[in-house]
């Protein structure tokens, strides 16, 4: 069975920095592309980049490009999305998803809720 | 970032048919790229709804449909059930990027 399991839920103040996982079980990590997606409170789905674990080769969405940074350790089958300096409006659930047939999303993490608060 | 565009909220009584719209443009939907279609209920992760435009995953009802057209697609709900109220997103690959790109999402309420 295919599993995504993201880490905890996490508060951070302005400025700290953060890096949440996605561990994957029961297909091969590297063989596939998998990705981060934003949603703000109340808000629609955003996508945020993706990652192939095999070769690390990244795409960014143009909105996110800069903001955070999405790696990847094909040893312990693991995904992370990270940030070196949050702000507030990073307050969001973040879901990592495996990217399936013709670009779509098949399997989704639980998603992780971070809060960014002073 | 591009997006697709989808209306806020479609509601229907019990046993009627409601559809969803998904407009994008010449980068993504009309460049001839597959459209998925997810449902989010509340406090849950999106769950895939329809792939490739049309499939349905396994365990998936029939009674949900989707089309493809030009720069748009739709999704069709026959027969609508209490347990269908959720919020419904497209998503479509983008060249402009290459990323993908998520609908803005409709909310659909059963009356």
């Known amino acids: 069975e295919v599993q995504l399991v993201q880490s905890g839920a996490e508060v951070k103040k302005p400025g700290e920095s953060l890096k949440i996982s996605c561990k994957i079980s029961g297909y091969s990590f590297a063989n596939y592309w998998i990705g981060w997606v934003r949603q703000l409170p109340g808000k629609g789905l955003e996508w945020v980049g993706i990652i192939y674990p095999g070769d690390s080769d990244t795409i960014y969405s143009p909105s996110f490009q800069g903001q955070v940074t999405i790696s990847a350790d094909t040893s312990i089958s693991t995904a992370y999305l990270q940030w070196t300096s949050l702000k507030a409006s990073d307050t969001a659930m973040y879901y990592c998803?495996?990217?399936?047939?013709?670009?779509?999303?098949?399997?989704w993490g639980q998603g992780t809720q971070v809060t960014v608060s002073s | 970032q591009s997006v697709l565009t989808q209306p806020p909220s479609v509601s229907g009584a019990p046993g009627q048919r409601v559809t969803i719209s998904c407009t994008g443009s010449?980068?993504?939907?009309?460049?001839?790229?597959?459209v998925h279609w997810y449902r989010q209920l509340p406090g849950t992760a999106p769950k895939l709804l329809l792939t490739?435009?049309?499939h349905r995953p396994s365990g998936v009802p029939d009674r949900f449909s989707g089309s493809k057209s030009g720069t748009s697609a739709s999704l069709a709900i026959t027969g609508l059930q209490t347990e269908d109220e959720a919020v419904y997103y497209c998503q479509s690959y983008d060249n402009s990027f290459s990323g993908s790109v998520f609908g803005t999402g409709t909310k659909v309420t059963v009356l």
């Open positions: 998803a495996r990217r399936g047939y013709s670009y779509s999303s098949d399997c």
């Open positions: 490739g435009n049309s």
């Open positions: 010449g980068s993504n939907i009309g460049a001839g790229y597959d």
